[in-house]
């Protein structure tokens, strides 16, 4: 979102990618740690981490991630199928613990559901150690930062490439880009993925409820960062820009 190329919304370029890696790796215990990715595409972030010697699971819901994603680790993780954004599967994710569990690329944004959320985050916080950290990406910092300096105010950016449809009376926006694109329809289609945009009020809530507390915000490396409540020790671990 704000600060990505030309204000491009997609997750996320070369250089944020990068930073997004090294910032989970300076927060992980020492040594290799355990890690979740939740909608881990084919390996993004995955791959820089497996290759600096962590274990990475791998959670998707397009079966057609796996081959990518395993490549990407080369080895050093798995790869599960399922939809976290539906509850009956999140009682089948991995049990852990993870010294990080990660919910990258804007992935929250497809949770659309306040109970899920709050059933989402509740399986995070039992699945991650004591001692470890959840992060997700800060979009609820640079989404509502590109509304308010005028950005997608008009649905279509200035170039006419890609198109955000906000549906009434939600925080939910349907993204259109190439070919796509068109002003004259003003309605969600069938096949369009409906995503949204959190507050940091709404996941904080969720994510206290969850028995987790906020850790930080470094936005170098476009991080969100969550911690155990009872673990307030841990929270000096956390360091780095931003934290």
Known sequence: MNGHRDHDQRPHDDDETRAQAEGIAARLI????????????TGRVAGALAAAGHDVT????????????????????????????EASDLLRLPPGPFDAILLLGNTLTTVRSPDVLRCLLKAVSTRLDPEGVFAYDDFPFTGWNELTTGNWGDGVSEDGGMQMLWLPGEPEFVVRTGSEVDERSR????EERVLRLWSMSELNDAATAAGLTVGGHDPHASLVLHLHQDEGAGIGRVSGPGS
Do not use: K, N, Q, Y
Not at 30 to 41: E, F, M, N, Q, V
Not at 60 to 84: K, N, P, T, V, Y
Not at 187 to 190: D, I, N, T, V
């Open 30 to 41: 020492a040594g290799p740690g355990r890690i979740l990715d939740l909608g881990c595409g």
């Open 58 to 85: 791998g959670v998707d819901r397009e079966a057609g991630h796996r081959s990518g994603f395993l490549e990407a680790i080369a080895g050093r993780g798995r790869f599960e199928h399922l939809d976290f954004t």
């Open 187 to 190: 309605e969600p289609r069938p």
